[in-house]
């Protein structure tokens, strides 16, 4: 097990990591999630032992990894540049901590095949760098890095580099390859579909601290803080007054602030005698998401914006009404 205990890393007066506790478990993958600047970079590089530590401990097995250098920690890094030597070929580029770890020439050349094998890539061996697509050029950088089989695999946002078709393509082979391989693995990334496909729990950081953490259903239905439902692309962030009062009327949901997911609306013929929280505003904008609709709904009264999904379509300018589902609405930490 990895355990991360007061992680504290400052540059100068700005603090990047802030008290980071953090475990993951044999075989477990945990994705840092968050957006640019809040630490998740960091995090890894101090846990690899690139980004000397100004307090806290990280340790493997109960093992202080303190002052024991990046190549004796037996953990695999990829990063999203995946830096492949240009002037070696794929298995030489594969073989690479291998050789660092003095494996003989038959053992490294079973083994680069195997790792070949894994991510897709058999009958590679003797293809050049330059010849490589994008995608291959990532699948042979993380096979370089599952080489040595590490006991820790840290992917430092693999596939931020591709286009969004190839890396919605290779974020499945990813998770379908982590689960067969068994390895233990810390995967930061700004995508929230990349993390929750991938892990089996999701740790969001804000300003260097870990704002949520837990299973993906579970950050998603349940955020906890207005930054991280926003971050996660929960726009509807509402204080709900005493006896519900909101901008619009009423909603069925304890006084606080409090997040409506977007698919908590369905249409309703008309407020008049429907039951539960009803919402009526213009709709002042549509955007085609292929399976539905997404609208932003200026209510009436209260002049509030929110996002709606719905399957049905609809025009800018109609007035819609919609009942609002209680058990998609989750109270925040104020």
């Given at each position: ?9 400052a540059f100068g007066r700005v603090t ?56 004796r920690r037996d953990f695999g890094l ?147 803080h207005a930054g991280v439902a926003r ?104």
């Open positions: 097990m990895l355990t991360v205990s007061g992680l504290t890393v990047a990591l802030d008290r980071i506790d953090l475990e993951v478990a044999t075989g477990e993958v945990v994705a840092i999630l968050g957006p640019s600047g809040c630490g998740k970079s960091t995090l890894l590089r101090s846990v690899a032992g690139l980004q000397p530590l100004d307090a806290g401990e990280v340790r493997w097995d109960g093992e202080d990894l303190a002052g024991l250098p990046v190549h990829m990063f999203q540049e995946h830096a492949l030597f240009s002037h070696r070929d794929v298995a030489a580029n594969v073989a690479f901590g291998l050789r660092m770890q003095k494996m003989d020439a038959p053992g490294r050349r079973r083994r680069v095949r195997e790792v070949l094998g894994l991510v897709g890539l058999a009958g590679f061996e003797e293809r050049e760098i330059a010849t490589l697509s994008g995608g291959e050029a990532q699948r042979v950088a993380l096979a370089r890095s599952l080489a040595p089989e590490p006991r820790l695999l840290m992917l430092d946002e693999p596939l931020g580099s591709l286009d969004r078709p190839r890396r919605d393509e290779l974020t499945e082979e990813l998770r379908t390859l982590l689960r067969r391989v068994g390895v233990t693995v810390l995967h930061v990334t700004h995508d929230h579909d990349e993390a929750f496909a991938v892990a089996d729990r999701v740790a969001v950081m804000q300003s260097g601290r870990i704002a949520r953490i837990g299973a993906p259903a579970d950050i998603w239905h349940d955020p906890r971050f996660l692309g929960h726009p509807n962030v509402v204080t709900v007054g005493d006896d519900g009062a909101v901008p619009w009327g009423r909603l069925a949901a304890p006084a606080g602030p409090a997040v409506l997911r977007a698919d908590a609306f369905r249409r309703a013929g008309s407020p008049a005698g429907e039951d539960g929280s009803v919402v009526t505003g213009v709709v002042a904008d549509v955007r085609f998401r292929g399976d539905r609709f997404e609208l932003t709904l200026r209510t009436d009264p209260g002049d509030f914006e929110l996002l709606v999904r719905d399957p049905h379509p609809a025009a800018a300018a109609d007035r819609l009404s919609y009942i609002i589902d209680p058990t998609r609405i989750a109270s925040l930490d104020s």
